[in-house]
């Protein structure tokens, strides 16, 4: 008797389990399509710009486009960009629109589009419903390309390691309406767990403040590089060149974003096996080689590279960095590194192996900075808005 009340209740039990699953996946087939982050700009050039965002369900998307006109999103239809890759529509949660073909320092108004994937069998596609952003009510969201001559602003924050409140106080002492971009030097976090801490960490923050019109520019830190989520990470933050080690112009100048790679030995216990950062290196230094041959760099007055690690000697990742790219940037007349890592603030001034200062931003330190035709200004801050330091490139 008592074998069998046993048996009727572990049944039960099972049954109440069995059907709050069910129930559970029912409330999640029905949940609609939405956006849950994002959009935001990224590799903005004079004639082009990528749009991130991420939706809750498999979907295409893509963006729309209208001139700053007054006119109303909705007076015609508007041409249509997709994420895709190679003819075809990607389905994902994560979404990157390369908008290409567009006019230098010109303001364009987009609104952003995803349509969930039900099902994909053989040549039938079913498709559910459509999230997108609004432009109704409300004005449409905007940017404006590079290629604006004269003087430009721009600010630098590092070492946040997803600190988000104390991320938007320091981003409160940031005037967007002069703010033409923001650079992110490296480890925004401290490991790379999942896709939620990526927007928790930061991002979302940064939506809310800029990043939805104003871009950004991400040099990665060692400590992106850790956590079985490291690989996806050019997947919320995509380069012009389609590496993590590029360059872009703005104004008179040229900026040179370096991947530092890890601070330790590939060999280190820490990364068991994981990393193959050496090559990376060496792969990346001959990139570089051929980046300060290029006509861009070459006619820029102010040329300034990026790197969170600093091209000072100490650890592995810094020996590698003198010894890979500070020959190479020495050779090409950089006139300033911008690292970050140490959570500290110093600025470190030319050696006869490193010939270019660098100024090494703190973790609690903000990096505004101004270029003009005749000077380049860095203005160094902290978190309570007190001047810490000014360096100048006349």
């Not at 008797?1 to 389990?17: A, C, Q």
């Not at 490296?186 to 940064?206: K, L, R, Y």
């Not at 820029?300 to 790219?325: D, L, Q, R, S, Y």
Request: proline share 4%.
């Amino acid at each position: 008797m008592n074998l069998l009340r046993t048996t009727k209740i572990g049944f039960n039990i099972f049954l109440v389990f069995f059907f709050g699953l069910i129930s559970i996946n029912n409330i999640q087939a029905q949940e609609s399509i939405r956006i849950t982050h994002g959009p935001y700009l990224q590799a903005m050039t004079d004639n082009s710009v990528t749009i991130v965002w991420t939706t809750n369900k498999p979907a295409t998307a893509w963006v729309e486009l209208a001139p700053d006109d007054k006119s109303h999103f909705y007076q015609k239809e508007r041409p249509k960009y997709f994420n895709a890759s190679n003819g075809l529509k990607n389905v994902s949660t994560v979404h990157k629109v390369n908008v290409k073909n567009l006019k230098p320092n010109t303001r364009y108004r987009y609104r952003i589009y995803s349509q969930e994937v039900l099902s994909h069998k053989g040549t039938n596609v079913e498709y559910g419903k459509i999230a997108a952003t609004v432009v109704y009510k409300q004005q449409a969201l905007s940017f404006i390309t590079g290629g604006r001559p004269g003087d430009f602003e721009f600010a630098v924050l590092n070492d946040i390691h997803e600190k988000s409140d104390f991320f938007k106080k320091q981003l409160s002492q940031i005037d967007f309406a002069k703010t033409d971009f923001v650079v992110f030097n490296g480890d925004m976090v401290s490991f790379s767990h999942n896709e939620d801490q990526i927007f928790s960490g930061f991002m979302d923050t940064a939506v809310s403040v800029f990043a939805k019109e104003i871009p950004m520019y991400y040099a990665r830190g060692n400590h992106e590089t850790r956590g079985p989520y490291a690989a996806n990470f050019s997947n919320y933050f995509p380069s012009a060149s389609g590496q993590l080690y590029y360059t872009f112009t703005r104004g008179n100048a040229i900026f040179v974003v370096l991947d530092c790679g890890e601070d330790k030995p590939d060999s280190d216990m820490e990364y068991r096996g994981i990393t193959d950062m050496d090559f990376y290196r060496s792969e990346q230094a001959h990139w570089l080689k051929g980046v300060v041959k290029t006509d861009d760099f070459k006619k820029a007055k102010f040329k300034i590279a990026i790197c969170h690690i600093p091209a000072v000697n100490g650890w592995h990742g810094n020996e590698e960095i003198v010894n890979n790219f500070a020959p190479i940037l020495n050779d090409a007349g950089i006139q300033l590194m911008i690292s970050a890592h140490e959570h500290r603030h110093r600025i470190v001034q030319p050696t006869a192996k490193v010939k270019f200062p660098i100024i090494v931003n703190s973790n609690n330190n903000l990096l505004k900075a101004k270029i003009s035709a005749k000077e380049a200004s860095f203005t160094i801050v902290d978190s309570t808005g007190n001047k810490v330091e000014d360096f100048f490139i006349k």
